[in-house]
């Protein structure tokens, strides 16, 4: 493995990896520097360092899925602090506000499909039986954040489409409609993005993304939506409040 010795250490069963030094060497950069200031190139940075270029390239390729950086034209520059989005019946509309970000959404596709036998089960309809189906970009600052697909009983909710502008929050506009919603169930895995989703959502296959399912119900026990949400690994994160239960 690549070393070089600690400072302040002679012995060499104590060496450090280059990969690490450089890392400790790019986050004192990254602390000195503010949100889109850009980076020193790999060029300069390895004779700064005293390393490889892949030795860089390497650790700016950690920094870049951390979403700490992001590309600019044929630069690097410093990222603005991930999105935290706190896992709640609150829509994604209310998460971006309270992050102090501007929530945004670009229509894909609505339209009425007929539900495979997952969805059938979670929205408590028939094999086959139409139901809505809207998919949405998500965005915070215009930047393209997540992927969003949510399927609802369309014997319940088919007066939306008179109703309700896709850009805007659609949790705001069920409720509008007189349904509470009481609770709901969430799945969160990591995953690689579909070709198609990596070209809407502006990035490579190989960016980690966050997957979330989630099946809601009304305050009848009635089922709302079931939604698959994509979201790009570099920009958001998820943050839940936990609560120790008494033991019986």
């Not at 949510?150 to 949790?171: G, H, I, N, Q, V």
Request: proline share 7%.
């Amino acid at each position: 493995m690549d070393t070089t010795d600690v400072a302040g250490v002679g012995a060499s069963t104590n060496r450090m990896p280059k990969s690490y030094r450089v890392r400790a060497e790019l986050e004192a950069l990254l602390g000195q520097l503010g949100e889109g200031d850009p980076l020193p190139s790999e060029r300069e940075l390895a004779l700064r360092c005293g390393v490889a270029r892949e030795t860089v390239r390497q650790a700016l390729r950690e920094l870049l899925v951390e979403g700490r950086i992001r590309r600019q034209g044929r630069g690097t520059v410093v990222s603005r602090p991930k999105m935290v989005q706190p896992l709640s019946l609150r829509s994604y509309t209310e998460g971006a506000l309270k992050f102090g970000r501007t929530p945004g959404r670009l229509l894909v596709d609505w339209s009425d499909v007929p539900a495979d036998p997952d969805t059938a089960r979670d929205l408590g309809v028939d094999p086959d039986t139409p139901v809505m189906h809207l998919e949405r970009i998500l965005l915070a600052d215009g930047e393209r954040i997540g992927l969003e697909s949510t399927f609802m009983p369309l014997d319940r909710f088919a007066t939306l489409r008179e109703t309700y502008d896709p850009t805007t929050s659609l949790y705001a506009a069920v409720r509008a409609t007189g349904v509470v919603y009481a609770a709901a169930t969430e799945r969160i895995e990591t995953v690689l993005a579909s070709p198609r989703e990596a070209a809407l959502l502006e990035c490579t296959t190989a960016l980690p993304m966050l997957l979330l399912h989630r099946r809601s119900v009304d305050i009848d026990d009635r089922p709302v939506e079931r939604v698959r949400s994509l979201y790009r690994g570099d920009r958001i994160a998820f943050q839940a409040g936990l609560r120790d239960e008494p033991t019986p």
